[in-house]
């Protein structure tokens, strides 16, 4: 049972490139995030998607896109990558209960020079 | 709004020693607690939650909804338990999306 994962996990990027990270999970669940953490500041939220077809906003959205065209995947996009997006990047899911536990994949390592 | 607070970003201790994790949190409504917990090149994971009301790997956190507050403990720290801890929060609004807190890493000395 593989869980989350995601790819690539780590890689460096020169500003302005492009680049989309992909998060696979195999739990059938309902929701899906993007985090990011950074030293001092814990796990912020970029983006999410209660379903299918579906994503929304989180606390620190700006300079991401995502996209969750099928139940299992969720891809986060970097269009025009700059050194303050450099961060390591969670993917996790969870099915809808509030109580419910999250399930973490590995982490992408991202650095923009 | 809805905020996690942890006030210590290092803490070390010594083996057999307590130890006390602090976490606050920010919430009008009925929140959800738990503790999530990443060891050394690992993902993060759940530890504890506080409806489940349970002790995990001897760890324990009461909400004190008085005080705000959501502290793990441990009455006798082992080198193993050297991590980063996150405390996280859901609102009755946000399902299962999780507000963390900045984080803590306990290093346990020998």
């Known amino acids: 049972n593989a869980g989350v994962t995601q790819t690539p996990k780590f890689r460096v990027l020169k500003t302005g490139q492009s680049m989309t990270l992909l998060c696979a999970q195999d739990m059938n669940h309902e929701y899906m995030y993007w985090y990011r953490q950074d030293p001092g500041m814990g796990l912020r939220l970029i983006h999410y998607?209660?379903?299918?077809?579906?994503?929304a906003k989180g606390e620190v959205p700006d300079g991401y896109n995502v996209s969750r065209l099928k139940k299992q995947n969720f891809l986060l996009g970097l269009e025009s990558a700059a050194p303050s997006q450099t961060s390591v990047y969670f993917c996790a899911s969870s099915s809808p209960v509030r109580d419910t536990e999250a399930f973490f994949g590995q982490g992408t390592r991202l650095t923009v020079v | 709004a809805q905020r996690v607070t942890q006030p210590e970003k290092l803490l070390s201790v010594f083996k057999g020693a307590p130890v006390e994790l602090k976490c606050n949190y920010s919430?009008?409504?009925?929140?959800?607690l738990f503790w999530y917990v990443q060891y050394s090149r690992q993902r993060l994971q759940l530890l504890l939650r506080?409806?489940s009301r349970e002790s995990i790997k001897g760890f324990t956190a009461d909400l004190n909804k008085g005080e705000t507050s959501f502290h793990l403990k441990k009455p006798f720290a082992q080198e193993e338990d050297s991590a980063m801890y996150y405390c996280a929060l859901s609102g009755q609004t946000s399902g299962s999306r999780l507000t963390f807190g900045e984080g803590t890493q306990l290093t346990v000395n020998p």
């Open positions: 506080h409806i």
């Open positions: 998607s209660v379903g299918e077809g579906t994503t």
């Open positions: 919430y009008s409504g009925s929140p959800e």
